[in-house]
């Protein structure tokens, strides 16, 4: 195969591995991006941050990551603080209900990859582990 056919495959195939999942395979996904990342960060943070922090590990625009903030401050999973020194500055902190919704989130994601792996066999799991920590090396420390 050629090298415009092969990276033209790599496209499709990454696209419906993501895109392309079973409606039941979906919490693996939305750890990926969105309020459940916002959830699992802060929860793993175990702390407060500041929104630009969030922004920058989900590589996401700050208007972006006000409004799943919004959204998620609404249902009652975060609180978002002024600084009382600094009043420019907001704390975001998560909620106990935020913080269950997170873990749970978190265990239905690898409850779901528990079950792919058994079907991709260890080995298979593996390799797909090792070829994806190559494309990640690749990409973040090479001009691509």
Sequence with gaps: MEDSALALEMIKS????FFGMKPSHKPIIS???GEMFILDY???KNGTVLPGELSSMMRDSSARTAIALRTL???GYIVRDIDKTDRRRVH???TDEGRKLARDGREAGL???KLIIDELGEE??????RI???IIEITTSNDI
């Design 42 to 44: 802060l929860e793993r």
């Design 124 to 129: 298979d799991a593996a390799e797909f582990i």
């Design 111 to 113: 409850m779901k990859m």
């Design 92 to 94: 975001v902190t998560i």
């Design 73 to 75: 401050e609404q249902k």
């Design 14 to 17: 990454t696209g419906k591995l």
């Design 132 to 134: 994806t920590a190559r």
């Design 31 to 33: 750890f990926l991006n």
